[in-house]
Each structure stands twice: as C-alpha cells, then as structure tokens.
C-alpha cells in the first residue's frame, strides 16, 4: 500500500491546482469523498482516526494532527517548524497507506481499487497481480 500512497501523493503534488490543501490532506478526502458514499461521514472518520492512530505509532510528529468531526485533518502542516520536508513527506505517505490499507482489510480489494480508481483513474493497478507490489 505504500507504493499506492506514494504514487497518489505524487499525483496530487503535481497537480494541485494552486490548492492550499497538502497533498495528504487531498488525497484523503478524495478517497473519503468516495468512501462516505458507502459507510458515511461518520464511518469514514472512524478509519481516518485509526489510519492517524496507526501512522503515529511510527511518525511521531503526526501527534499534532487530528481527525474533525467532518472527517477532515487537522494540523497536516508542512510549515511546522523543526520539520523538514522529507519528514513531513513521510508522515503523509504514512497515513495515506494505513488508511488504503485499513480499506483493503475491511472492503477488499475489489473495492478499494474501486474507490481509488474513481478518484484517479490512471493511476490504479491494472491486475491483482500489480496491486501485490502496493
């Protein structure tokens, strides 16, 4: 899953469109833009707030980020200081691929596959066998 969250990352830095979002924070509520269809808002929240949890565990800075009530993070900053860009681009990759992995242990793959390829469509695996690597 790490290599899905880098290659998704990497999509949404070069195409950010002048957003003021990171691209962690895009490439998360892209995929809970999808994923609240099916378990809503409140479902969608529930896995972010593991994915976090998770990702803590190994990326310590990420402590100052939080999960609102509407499912959006709070405090992924790159600016902080103290924090230079790699690490802030590995808390990021972090995240992302708990999350996609938290997906793929719940729905399937199928499923999580589905959801990324709604939200970026070249950028899915073209067989099982490719999504192995992820």
């Known amino acids: 899953m790490r290599v899905l969250a880098e290659r998704l990352l990497k999509e949404e830095r070069d ?14 509520a892209k995929l809970g833009a999808s994923l609240s269809k099916l378990a809503g808002t409140a479902g969608y929240r529930s896995l972010l707030s593991r994915a976090l949890a998770l990702a803590q565990a190994n990326v310590p800075w ?25 690490e802030f681009v590995s ?9 996609l992995g938290l997906l793929h242990t719940f729905i399937g793959e199928p499923l999580t ?11 899915v695996p073209r067989s099982s066998t490719d999504s192995q690597t992820l």
Do not use: F
């Open 15 to 28: 195409n950010s469109n002048g957003s003021n979002d990171t691209a962690g924070g895009r490439v998360c």
């Open 62 to 86: 990420l402590k100052e980020v939080s999960v609102l009530p509407d499912a959006r993070l709070n405090g992924l900053d790159p600016g902080q200081p103290g924090r230079n860009k790699e």
């Open 91 to 99: 808390g990021e990759v972090a995240l992302v691929a708990h999350l």
């Open 113 to 123: 596959l589905q959801l990324v390829k709604e939200a970026w469509p070249a950028i």
